[in-house]
């Protein structure tokens, strides 16, 4: 038997996305936008068909920790008044009575789950027809159908608690969940729901560890076959009290908890299924189908092959949908890929071998022994220079220390206290996307393009001056993506056409596939840094993606450590840093935005990823001369946790996201004594809002309480390029007059 823990909701060709925008934006009624759903569903579905049960309440129009919350009727009091699809988008996008709940990260991967807000005074109104709903559509098509249902653990844990104590809190939840439970239990003799909590990854919890037994208990007592489920790492503290508990089955992740093989011992003894994640739900390389088999064999030997269920290691939300659509990439890498239908297919595969193989899946086991044979050995992924130069001595520190440093780029630079600079990009026009894209289908011409772009720039450099930024920018306009842009110019990447997966909303990525040793043939942005840095005496800052970052966004190969792959992207990040300071760019930013995005689940495997991170970052910066200045910017606000790391980066410059937080975020600076200068953005450029000038300096005041003048720069939380001219240009000439008004005050 075969299953998995969900399917990519989306749409084959983004179907979900075109909707619901449509619907946002009045377009297509509500009517309309379910008729939809409802059609992708039973699309979905068929592509289960062959599996032992199709997923039901997977699908979402936004997101399923909000589809809980609002089933659980844990609305916050500001959208109390708000029913139906207006409530729940509320809390998803905002509305004029109230904003949008706070969107954060699922744990390691790049999807963005909407945080709930609970409240121990809160009074709960369960309504589960969505769910019920789902059911019985699945089963008039013919379909078992499977629930699944995010964990009690995992969404309580994940919520924001805005007044009371977690017990009470969680007290609460659990009384509506249980509701919630009873009436999804009246919809068979025992339903099927495999419980989402992934929470039990991250180890123990003392809030609610004793708690695990006789919730799941409980649960079980309903009548429910309780499947629980947790992914993206082992889970084995959980697991051992769950295997002393009722429930029906354990799922767990092989791919990305290895050690989950350690609880197999105690597995046997008890009367439960394994459902076995063996099938990468999160990448998208072929299953190595032998060894999968071999792992599978492994198991066996511990429990009767009846009690297992072979499983993807996650829900194929985070897996593309088809390759179908893509005639671009090189057939023989395609021939590689696993998208979702393929990963459904891996799994019948591996059912049939594993339990009753016929002369069919043998034939396929034998052609994807072929496939990954072939891959191993192609020349397509090895490239002998780079490994070489990996094995090489490699410089992974400045020359010079940053006392040193910042005494030579301060008498060669010559900039001011308080620096005014910005992140980067500057408001990417219809104009600008426009002909990027005319360019790339061929329709313009690459001087028409040059033109277009050198215009932009020209623009851009004319009002930094004009309004008196000291540190200037040429504002990105021939980038499309931070990642995209140097992928393209980089060997070992491939793009797609279609393989998009769901950021957060109707909001999909296309990450970047690297599926060989990559290296960097020529310069990515030496034309145009130059070409700004012609047009202007004051210094203009070169711009680049950091290793880390470009690693994190991407899909990366399977066969080599992420490490490795990390310190190829930092060499061609070093050779591009070299090219630039010798063109004569003295001031050069590294974007490492994803920094913190890799950070592992488990607290004991945090050091290994945060040594080569760091040394990536090093490798790829060592390289600057100590009079040629390096900024690194970071989308976020909280450090108190990787301060340290962030400290022996050694960038000589960091900017950070904390217009929302005031000074508060930036007092760990202080605490550790952090030397190297600081740009804490001044203005949150999420908004469309224009902050005044006494705004603006009310926030660098605030900055001075913490940090010397000496140590501060002044510039926006990020780059600006979602924010339209009409906003940026007042908000740069506030955020220059305050800094003006704010330094003569100094004086
Ligand atoms: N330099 C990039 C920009 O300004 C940085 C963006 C980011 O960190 N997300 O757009
Ligand atoms: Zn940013």
Not at 378 to 389: E, G, M, V
Not at 540 to 564: A, E
Not at 664 to 684: A, C, M, N, S, W
Request: contains cysteine.
């Amino acid at each position: 038997m075969s299953q998995i823990i969900g399917f990519p909701r989306i749409g084959e060709n983004r179907e979900l996305k075109r909707a619901l925008e449509s619907f946002w934006a009045g377009k297509i009624s509500q009517n309309e936008l379910e008729k939809v759903a409802k059609e992708l569903r039973a699309k979905h579905w068929a592509e289960q068909k062959e599996l032992e049960n199709v997923c039901v309440n997977d699908f979402s129009f936004y997101d399923n920790v909000l589809d809980l919350a609002y089933a659980l009727g844990a609305k916050p009091a500001r959208f109390q008044h708000l029913s139906g699809l207006e409530g729940y988008f509320a809390m998803a996008r905002g509305h004029k009575d109230g904003q949008a709940c706070a969107m954060t990260k699922w744990f390691n991967t790049n999807y963005h789950f909407v945080v709930p807000e609970l409240s121990s005074s809160d009074t709960y109104k369960v309504n589960a027809s969505a769910i019920i709903d789902q059911y019985k559509e699945a089963k008039a098509l013919g379909y078992k159908p499977k629930i699944a249902l995010v964990g009690l653990f995992t969404f309580v844990a994940l919520s924001t608690i805005t007044q009371g104590e977690f017990a009470e809190v969680f007290d609460a939840v659990k009384s509506a969940y249980f509701t919630l439970l009873d009436e999804l239990a009246k919809l068979d003799s025992s339903v099927l729901i495999e419980f989402s909590e992934p929470i039990f990854t991250r180890g123990v919890d003392e809030r609610f560890y004793h708690l695990i037994k006789p919730t799941y208990d409980a649960i079980a007592n309903k009548g429910i076959k309780a499947v629980v489920t947790s992914f993206f790492e082992h889970s084995n503290e959980a697991s051992e009290i769950l295997l002393e508990s009722k429930i029906y089955g354990l799922g767990l992740d092989f791919v990305y908890g290895e050690k989950n093989t350690q609880i197999l011992p105690a597995l046997a003894k008890s009367d439960k299924l394994l459902f076995a994640g063996v099938i990468d739900g999160r990448n998208i390389w072929i299953a190595d189908l032998e060894s999968k088999l071999a792992l599978l064999e492994q198991i066996a030997t511990h429990i009767p092959k009846e009690r297992v269920i072979i499983s993807s290691s996650c829900s194929l939300l985070h897996a593309p949908y088809s390759k179908s659509a893509e005639t671009k990439i090189d057939s023989e890498i395609l021939s590689w890929l696993s998208f979702g239908l393929d990963k459904v297919q891996e799994l019948l595969v591996l059912d049939a071998l594993f339990k009753a193989p016929s002369d069919e899946a043998r034939a396929k086991l034998t052609h994807n022994q072929a496939l990954i044979a072939a891959r191993k050995s192609s020349c397509k992924i090895h490239d002998s220079a780079i490994k070489a130069r990996l094995e090489s001595t490699l410089k992974t520190a400045r020359d010079e220390s940053f006392a040193a440093r910042i005494k030579a780029q301060r008498a060669a630079l010559a900039y001011p206290n308080l620096a005014t600079t910005t992140i980067g990009s500057f408001p990417q026009t219809q104009e600008i996307r426009t002909l990027r894209l005319g360019y790339k289908k061929g329709a313009i011409s690459k001087e028409q393009y040059d033109d277009g772009i050198k215009a932009y720039i020209k623009d851009c450099i004319a009002f930094q001056e004009e309004i008196g930024l000291d540190v200037l920018v040429h504002g990105e306009p021939e980038r499309n993506d931070m990642v995209e842009y140097f992928g393209e110019q980089m060997k070992g990447f491939v793009f797609s056409q279609n393989a998009w997966v769901q950021s957060y909303g109707s909001r999909c990525v296309k990450p970047p596939i690297i599926y060989g040793d990559v290296s960097r043939p020529k310069a990515m942005t030496l034309e145009w840094i130059t070409y700004a840095q012609s047009l202007t005496t004051k210094l203009v800052k070169g711009m680049l993606t950091g290793p880390v970052t470009i690693l994190n966004w991407s899909f990366v190969r399977d066969d080599v450590p992420r490490s490795v792959v990390c310190k190829q992207i930092a060499l061609g990040i070093a050779d591009e840093i070299d090219d630039l300071q010798k063109a004569g760019i003295k001031i050069i930013q590294v974007d490492e935005a994803a920094f913190k995005e890799g950070y592992p689940l488990r607290a004991e495997n945090i050091a290994e990823y945060e040594s080569w991170a760091l040394e990536c970052f090093k490798l790829a910066t060592a390289i600057a001369e100590s009079s040629t200045q390096i900024h690194t910017h970071m989308c976020y606000s909280e450090f108190n946790d990787i301060i340290k790391t962030i400290e022996a980066l050694d960038a000589d410059v960091i900017s950070i996201e904390t217009a929302r937080s005031g000074n508060r975020l930036l007092q760990v600076f202080k605490e550790v004594g952090y030397t190297h200068e600081i740009g804490p953005g001044v203005y949150d450029i999420h908004s469309p809002r224009i902050p005044s000038v006494e705004e603006l300096e009310g926030q660098i005041r605030a900055l001075l309480e913490v940090l010397p003048k000496e140590q501060l720069w002044i510039n926006p939380d990020c780059g600006l390029k979602t924010r339209k001219w009409e906003e940026v240009k007042p908000s740069l000439a506030n955020l220059v007059k305050a800094t003006k008004n704010v330094l003569h005050t100094l004086q």
